[in-house]
């Protein structure tokens, strides 16, 4: 905790980061002087292989054990921002990035970091459930095999304490050794959120994670997210307001690959300081 | 031909359009149909006629555990049979890691260079490579310049040469049917590429893996014409040294520089003789060669079969 | 500080070592090089191809002239004099290749727009592996068909047809390769999307007029290579002509008579007793780079063209 408030009091006396600068709709970023920062984007640009640009100059904080939501159109850019923070774009070739994620304390640029450890950092749950061809027990530990963690007892003391945190436990506990697949939609996409839980990742990121989901297994997601708010940092993209509304702390809204405002969340909806966010959320666009 | 308003005003006959149209897909559906039961007819015509003529020597033991003889009625398959199963041992060795390897990499670890696009633009074209060709390179490399002789490690590396490009496609294939969803699951934990190919990718492109390199394997058990190119007789009245052994170490890699013969060979040898009685015995070769390839095919189509389920 | 495992926090229960980074790092590489070199060896084989071939038809091309190779019409190799035209085997190449396709392009069209267009899923299911079935029956097998029961068939109502000819390789290659040709052509078609049918469809179209003016345009590069590719696999057939045409070198196009392919005539050296060295040994690898550059130039087209439909959907 030390680290990190010496780091507030270095962004707020540092009043020539760039960031500032190129967030013109927003003077300040920092919102609450009280809530630790747990990432930091910097002036983010993004390029797919194709020459295209997808994301522009983009710059907003992640806080520490919150819930942000992306919103904004589709195409806007959101999942490809949020699919920055664990470089997944890198399976793919002629991706380009300019700018900084920088994870805070340590201020370490995930952009510079070897793929493979910010993945190792950074969790993240997808838009269609995909959980391996495998048990439910071998899904919640693949990525504790994955950093080469063996020891028996310490996996089975995760996969009861990550099932738990997914509230999946109760409903699984007598068929570990099923096969993942067997499972509903909704206990799938539960379930990827352990095996993203297990691994105790700094980030978690949700790519739309209850758009392939039916309206009760989506309740059951949204009050999972809420009740991880205050242990896990979540970045969360969402196609629906309402939703955003619900689960997040904060929300940035998204537009043509530019972040056109950041705010708590509830800010953002009652009181948007740009036109363009009220034109969306009011559904008068997009 | 009228044009377009000219026909509303006079008044389209839709239902006789709508019969031709009926009756021109009726026709058409019929001669594909039509095709479809000749081809089909004549190939089973022709398998049931092999089948009838070599039945004679099919239904006599003695015609799988004798040697070739000058008398065609003693002709066995012996030493064909055990040559076949020999090179196709050396063959899959080589092959099948050689193929799937190069296959993973390709899916897994090539880069956008220049060196891919060789490999790529490579392995295409020697999918095309005529066969004798390759019988060709065995001849000029192998048996010439290495001096190898007409041996089974010979015909088996010649024979995986040649079954590589199949091993190669199909595994590659076999890798990009996998929802990349998974791949995208395995990177989002954190797996490196290894962990990724190893622990997901490998054991869900199994099936199709598996049945890529039977397929090649059944191509290489009916080719022929490289393996006349490297000098292979069809009159071999021995069997190569047997890979077993009673005494210390057990197991001898002497089979490997043994002369032999395989079933193509064999039964083009008996077809190309004017003996009426040789094409009993080759009728019967063929049967035998048939079934060989046929049952790897179908076993190779179950495993994906199966899989797919 | 540095690493991501000394920077987690002692609390946490997931402690990932250094130790197995490093050595999944390790193994990692060692897979990529050992993985790269299996690709690597793909490449050895065209490599050792173009080797063999160049190296020894340039030392029969010391012995013959070039002028001669493409110009000559005669084509004798064991004679004392030997003569090396290339026409007499082309021709007998020709000749087979061609009524091989005049056989499989017209059925494999009818049958690959039967399965892709009219068929129902079930006969689709059921036919296309019997198609890859009967792609894995042996070219010898086929030989013994054209031989000993195409030929005496054809001979019924061919009174003077030898028992040595090009017609019934030609037409058994025809059969053989039909498999090829059909499964090629319909992935072709399929590859076509739906959306164009459903528009053909709206438009009013018939079955056979969605096929005939919309599928068929649209996957002519697909359909073309399939042909090309069918070219090149009955230019480079061996075994049926081998033992249904006789092997003797003729310069002919009339298909009932016998004659000799340039890869039958590599398969007849092959099986006399040849030495090494000597100039009907190196016509083989002459015979062998023919072959060899027909059939590349064939597959490059026809890889280009289908590598051009699947770009297009």
Same mark, same amino acid.
């Given at each position: 905790m030390n680290g990190m408030s010496k780091f507030q009091t270095t962004v707020q006396d540092d009043s020539e980061k760039p960031m500032r600068k190129a967030s013109e709709h927003l003077d300040h970023w920092y919102l609450e002087p009280d809530s630790p920062t747990r990432a930091r984007v910097s002036n983010l640009k993004f390029w797919y292989g194709d020459g295209t640009q997808a994301i522009d100059d983009v710059s907003m904080p992640l806080i520490d054990k919150k819930v942000t939501a992306l919103i904004g159109p589709? $195409?806007? $850019?959101k999942s490809t921002f949020l699919r920055c923070f664990n470089r997944m774009h890198d399976l793919y070739p002629g991706v380009r990035y300019s700018g900084e994620i920088n994870l805070l304390p340590e201020d370490e640029d995930l952009i510079n970091l070897d793929p493979n450890i910010v993945r190792m950092r950074v969790g993240m749950v997808f838009q269609k459930p995909n959980p391996f061809p495998k048990s439910i027990y071998e899904n919640v530990i693949a990525g504790l095999r994955i950093r080469g963690i063996t020891k028996r007892s310490l996996l089975d003391e995760i996969v009861e304490d990550s099932l738990s945190k997914a509230a999946l436990w109760d409903e699984v506990k007598d068929r570990l050794h099923q096969p993942a697949l067997s499972m509903s939609g909704g206990q799938q996409q539960r379930l990827c959120i352990a095996r993203a839980l297990a691994v105790e990742p700094e980030i978690l990121l949700l790519d739309e994670p209850t758009s392939a989901l039916d309206p009760i297994a989506t309740a059951k997601v949204e009050d999972l997210i809420n009740k991880l708010a205050g242990d896990v940092t979540v970045l969360i993209v969402t196609h629906n307001m309402q939703q955003a509304a619900r689960i997040s702390d904060y929300t940035a809204y998204m537009y043509l690959g530019k972040l056109i405002e950041y705010n708590k969340t509830n800010d953002l909806f009652t009181a948007p300081r740009c036109q363009r966010t009220e034109d969306y959320i009011t559904g008068r666009f997009g | 031909m009228k044009t377009l308003s000219e026909n509303i005003k006079s008044g389209i006959d839709y239902a006789s359009l709508s019969r031709k149209n009926r009756s021109r897909d009726i026709i058409f559906a019929s001669l594909g149909i039509i095709v479809l039961f000749i081809a089909i007819t004549t190939l089973v015509a022709l398998f049931l006629d092999l089948a009838v003529r070599g039945a004679p020597r099919l239904t006599d033991p003695d015609f799988y555990t004798s040697f070739p003889s000058r008398r065609p009625l003693d002709a066995g398959i012996l030493s064909a049979w055990v040559g076949t199963i020999m090179v196709m041992l050396v063959t899959a060795v080589i092959a099948v890691p050689l193929g799937i390897a190069a296959g993973l990499y390709l899916e897994e670890y090539a880069g956008k260079n220049w060196l891919t696009d060789v490999i790529e633009v490579n392995v295409s074209n020697l999918a095309g490579v005529p066969s004798i060709v390759y019988g060709l390179l065995a001849l000029g490399l192998? &048996?010439?310049? %290495?001096?190898?002789?007409?041996t089974v490690l010979v015909a088996g590396l010649v024979l995986s040469l040649l079954i590589l490009p199949i091993i190669i496609v199909s595994t590659r294939e076999a890798i990009r049917s996998i929802p990349n969803e998974l791949r995208e699951a395995a990177y989002g934990l954190g797996a490196n590429q290894w962990q990724t190919m190893a622990m997901y990718i490998i054991p869900a492109a199994k099936p199709g893996i598996i049945t890529g390199a039977i397929v090649g394997l059944s191509r290489a058990i009916g080719e022929t014409a490289p393996i006349i190119t490297i000098g292979a007789l069809s009159f071999i009245a021995f069997l190569p040294? #047997?890979? &077993? #052994?009673?005494? %210390?170490? /057990?197991? #001898? /890699?002497e089979w490997l520089n043994s002369g032999f013969t395989v079933m193509p060979i064999q039964m083009f040898g008996w077809v190309s003789r004017p003996q009426a009685d040789f094409q009993i015995t080759a009728a019967a070769a063929g049967v035998v060669l048939i079934v060989m390839t046929l049952m790897m095919n179908a076993l190779a189509i179950y495993i994906r079969y199966r899989a797919r389920k | 500080m540095a690493t991501p495992s000394s920077r987690r926090l002692e609390t946490s229960k997931v402690q990932v070592s250094t130790h197995f980074l490093r050595k999944r790092e390790m193994i990692n590489q060692v897979a990529r090089y050992v993985l790269m070199l299996a690709a690597i060896i793909s490449v050895l084989v065209t490599i050792g191809i173009v080797y063999v071939l160049l190296s020894e038809a340039l030392v029969f091309f010391e012995q013959v002239s070039v002028w001669e190779f493409v110009s000559s019409t005669s084509w004798t190799p064991m004679f004392s004099r030997p003569t090396f035209g290339i026409w007499p085997l082309l021709s007998g190449t020709i000749v087979v290749s061609g009524i091989a396709l005049a056989v499989s392009i017209p059925f494999g069209l009818i049958l690959s727009v039967y399965l892709s267009e009219y068929a129902n899923p079930k006969v689709r299911e059921t036919v296309k592996p019997i198609l890859e079935l009967l792609e894995g029956v042996p070219t010898v097998v086929y030989g013994y068909f054209a031989l000993l029961v195409v030929t005496p068939l054809l001979q019924t109502f061919l009174p003077g047809l030898p028992g040595f000819n090009m017609l019934a390789p030609g037409l058994v290659m025809g059969i053989m390769i039909l498999p090829y040709t059909t499964s090629l052509s319909e992935d072709a078609m399929r590859a076509v999307p739906n959306s164009m049918r459903e528009g053909a469809y709206a438009l009013g179209y018939s079955r056979f007029h969605t096929a005939t003016k919309v599928v068929i345009p649209a996957a002519m590069s697909g359909i073309t290579a399939a042909f090309i590719l069918a070219m090149s696999r009955a230019v480079g057939e061996t075994m049926v002509v081998a033992i249904a045409a006789g092997q003797m070198p003729n310069f002919t196009f009339n298909p009932m008579e016998g004659a000799a392919t340039i890869t039958t005539f590599i398969v007849q050296v092959s099986l006399g007793d040849v030495s090494h060295g000597s100039i009907a040994y190196l016509s083989i690898f002459a015979a062998g780079m023919v072959l060899f550059l027909l059939t590349l130039i064939f597959n490059l087209i026809g890889f280009y063209l289908r590598k051009r439909y699947r770009q297009a959907y």
């Open positions: 589709s $195409g806007c $850019g | 192998f &048996v010439q310049t %290495f001096g190898m002789g007409e040294q #047997s890979p &077993v #052994s009673g005494d %210390f170490p /057990f197991i #001898s /890699f | -």
